[in-house]
């Protein structure tokens, strides 16, 4: 029998954190969080990280351990995260994957093509393509070397594209194609991997997204920016959440109500893109999230059969 890792996957606001630390208080286990922004140090309040009482009594992994001044990608999540559940599983407990970066839970589910070395040059260049030019030339290229690939792509999910790009310009081979030989090295193999999503009503949801921006604020949100702004911010780093928009606000361009507007509108658009990368995931088993946190915790363990 595979040793169960459990996923719990869902948009911003949709009430993961809670119900993940519900389950692992009753399993008495610990969380892996599937976050690409929490991973960084100096960002709690943008990324509604756990809060170190939550810390002190459940074991998180891969929270707040990246300075901001450094790059973090799925890669390195992949194998992090894969000696912390190769750990558990052997201590004989059941690893609780949790979060929304819906890259991130991919490919540690079903691996990752890494067909071709990283370029640093290349992928800067296209980068700057992009910002440039736009997503949908980028596209358009990759529909010309590679249609297979492309179509499984948006024109707006600039990373992977550019990812089908530089494997193409550094091989000579569509990613496509290489793809055919590629192995399973995700975990799927080794683990019984059960994944559950959190779904909420979009009124329900955005609301909780609207309300959290405004707890946000009343935790010092513009003094946290002003805070990280001192520093020099990754890629990565700076597309948190809430960095863009406060700095609008500190720079004077715009007031701080337009500011915490244009927040929430973003918040709600990060989820509408998250729910759309998660409804494909046909894995997913959806749990209605509009109740206590416990209680989709109990319906988790129902579905897993531990008690």
Not at 239 to 254: R, T, V
């Amino acid at each position: 029998m595979k040793p169960i890792v459990v996923f719990i996957a869902g948009p911003t606001s949709s009430g993961k954190t809670d119900t993940a630390l519900s389950l692992a208080r009753i399993l008495k286990t610990e969380i892996i969080s599937c976050d690409s922004m929490q991973v960084y140090k100096g960002m709690d309040i943008l990324t509604h990280a756990p809060s170190d009482d939550i810390l002190k009594e459940v074991k998180h992994h891969l929270v707040k351990f990246i300075p901001l001044e450094e790059e973090y990608n799925a890669v390195s999540f992949k194998s992090d995260a894969e000696k912390i559940i190769a750990r558990l599983a052997k201590d004989g407990k059941i690893p609780i994957i949790s979060g929304g970066t819906g890259l991130y839970m991919k490919i540690l589910m079903d691996g990752i093509f890494e067909g071709a070395d990283f370029n640093s040059d290349l992928r800067n260049s296209l980068e700057k393509r992009a910002e440039k030019e736009g997503g949908v030339a980028l596209h358009d290229e990759l529909q010309k070397i590679d249609p297979v690939t492309a179509k499984k792509l948006f024109p707006n999910d600039v990373r992977r594209v550019i990812r089908a790009l530089e494997v193409y310009h550094t091989t000579g081979t569509p990613m496509s194609e290489k793809k055919k030989d590629l192995k399973d090295i995700g975990i799927a193999g080794a683990y019984d991997c059960r994944m559950f999503g959190l779904s909420l009503e979009r009124n329900i949801l955005y609301d909780r997204i609207n309300n959290s921006v405004d707890k946000m604020l009343g935790e010092w949100l513009v003094q946290a920016v002003e805070r990280i702004l001192k520093k020099t911010l990754s890629k990565t780093a700076a597309k948190a959440l809430g960095i863009k928009e406060i700095k609008a606000y500190l720079n004077g361009g715009w007031t701080l109500d337009k500011a915490v507007n244009e927040l929430k509108k973003n918040t709600r658009h990060y989820a509408k893109r998250q729910l759309t990368w998660f409804r494909a995931e046909k894995k997913i088993k959806w749990l209605d999230a509009d109740k206590e946190p416990e209680k989709i915790a109990r319906e988790i363990l129902g579905e897993i059969k531990i008690i």
